[in-house]
């Protein structure tokens, strides 16, 4: 059951979302404001719609991997240190594979080492 909050947040949603330049305007405030408000036209779309589930959006979302290939080799390989390169596992701060090739390859190439390992 909704709360009397949300359905007040939805009509805001919905007034801002038929007259943008009439109503609220707290679209503006967001990161990227006409993102927002294409993404506020079409919530109000699926709701005032009497199967929501048949709306097809046309926004872009953004899906993140990193080095998605690589991500399925480690996996597969059951491969360790690869997977921590390509952020299968958790650690501190997000990795980034291609730093630490250019880095090994940085320190071989100065003769730190004989080969990759």
Known sequence: MMTRTLILLL?????????????????????DPFQCLAACINLAEALRSPSPETIISHIPV??????????HYAALGKDKPGAAAVNLVAGEKPADVYSGIATRDVTFKKGGRSRWR
């Open 11 to 31: 009509r805001i949603l919905e007034i801002d979302a038929d007259r943008p330049l009439e109503g609220e305007r707290w679209w503006l405030k967001a990161e």
């Open 62 to 71: 953004h899906q993140d991997g990193s080095c998605n290939g690589l991500q």
